[in-house]
């Protein structure tokens, strides 16, 4: 079953992120957890055509030239002097995609998926995709909570308008 939860909470999905959340709900079966034992790169494999389908690009392979990179500063000339990679970006830059299967929580991978989102230029939308189930615990829901305090807590303010999460 495909999960998810946008935040802000005070704030729907847009028409774009319902089509994103559409996309791997098209494919439930062949990527839910713990069922299948897909690593990232597999679900995002799974949902490329789909993802491609509403105008995003999509990485197809880890080689520099396979990477979707996306600008975080500029040097001289307007040159990028620094960029993140990300799975999949929307067609206009403001959708960002990671996909994670076993490290989203074992070793905070999420963190840096939210950090890196929040430097790069122009983006304004997050959606991490994580498993529901990962060995014992259930990354969604940690996950979940985690966003639910940096929110409600009002303590740490994102440049972000929204983060998506969804839970595979």
Known sequence: MIRFQFFPRSQ???????????????????IKSPKNDLSSNAVLEVIRPHLEKIGFTVETGKTKAKKISVPVLFGHDNKIDKAFNADAVSEDGKIVIEIEAGRATENNQFLKDIFQACMMFEVEY?????????????????????????YISNRLHLPLKGILLIGY
């Open 12 to 30: 729907g999905i847009t028409p774009q992120i319902k089509s994103v959340i559409s996309c791997f709900e098209k494919e439930v079966d062949k």
């Open 126 to 150: 997050l959606v991490i995709v994580v498993r529901n189930k990962y060995r014992t615990h259930d990354d969604f829901e940690l996950i979940n909570t985690f966003l639910e305090t940096l």
